[in-house]
């Protein structure tokens, strides 16, 4: 499982080393390259119909991110897409906890914790817990943006929250810590900026966005194009990724206008 997972990543950055071309004179183009476009859990199970739908989810939210992405892809961006992939029974669903409800908050302690009390509090973390979701191969986990095929506009995809004991809001590492590919596979294609939007604002889109600050990439938050769980925390992760530093844009035109 192992060597064929880093076969693949070697295999998709090698693609990308191959289509990177561009001459002196294009500056444009060769700042669009050194940009990547993060569009963050565009999947199924988090949009209308779905066990966990975001408000305002449907078909032309989904159109309109499509149609956005085509946009970046057009002009040279890098598109990734990051993709929640979570195995049965995983620590995120209040199936796995008895007695306890969606949106409950449950203290989990880790199994490095100390016996003492007073560091054991530093091993504890809440956990937010969920339906069921994104359960690796079934439909509901499908991104909705082709990643595959004549069609494709995804370049790559970074699965994460595969650790049956960690939840991983964030692209670039899980709640345990461990890092995803993200970040190494940005640097080596010398990727710079980061453009990020999808679902959902307050929660996998905020981490990712604040990740990819700590990681000192040129951050922008697409909002139109963005969708958060609740009006009130989405309002608030805004103003919290703001301050950490991102750059807010409305629409992806008003992107290209100032940063493209
Ligand atoms: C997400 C809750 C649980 C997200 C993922 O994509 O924001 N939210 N898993
Ligand atoms: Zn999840």
């Known amino acids: ?49 779905g066990p966990l739908p975001v408000p305002n989810s449907g078909k032309d939210y989904i159109e309109g991110v499509d149609s956005a992405t085509r946009k970046f892809k057009g002009q040279g961006f890098r598109i990734f897409a990051t993709q929640d992939w979570h195995p049965k029974g995983h ?4 199936t796995s906890h008895k007695g306890k409800n969606v949106l409950d908050e449950v203290p989990i302690q880790d199994k490095e914790s100390p016996v003492s009390d007073a560091s054991q509090q530093q091993f504890e973390r809440l956990q937010t817990l969920w339906p069921p979701h994104c359960v690796q191969g079934t439909e509901g986990a499908d991104i909705l943006l082709p990643t595959q095929g004549l069609e494709k506009l995804i370049e790559v995809v970074v699965q994460k929250g595969m650790h049956a004991d960690y939840d991983s809001y964030s692209g670039f590492q899980d709640d345990g810590g461990n890092e995803t590919p993200l970040n190494e596979m940005l640097k080596q294609i010398g990727v710079e900026k980061v453009v990020i939007y999808g679902i959902a604002t307050d929660y996998c889109v905020k981490a990712t966005v604040i990740d990819a600050l700590k990681r000192n990439y040129k951050t922008s938050l697409i909002t139109s194009l963005s969708r958060g769980v609740k009006p009130e925390s989405t309002q608030e992760a805004i103003q919290d990724m703001k301050k950490a530093g991102a750059a807010l844009y409305e629409t992806v035109e008003d992107f290209l206008a100032d940063a493209g």
């Open 91 to 94: 620590i995120s669903f209040y």
């Open 1 to 49: 499982m192992l060597t064929l997972k880093t076969g693949f990543y070697l295999f998709m950055v090698g693609g990308i080393f191959l289509s990177s071309g561009f001459s002196s004179e294009e500056k444009d183009f060769e700042s669009s390259t050194r940009t990547a476009v993060i569009v963050v859990d565009l999947q199924a199970d988090f949009t209308l119909g």
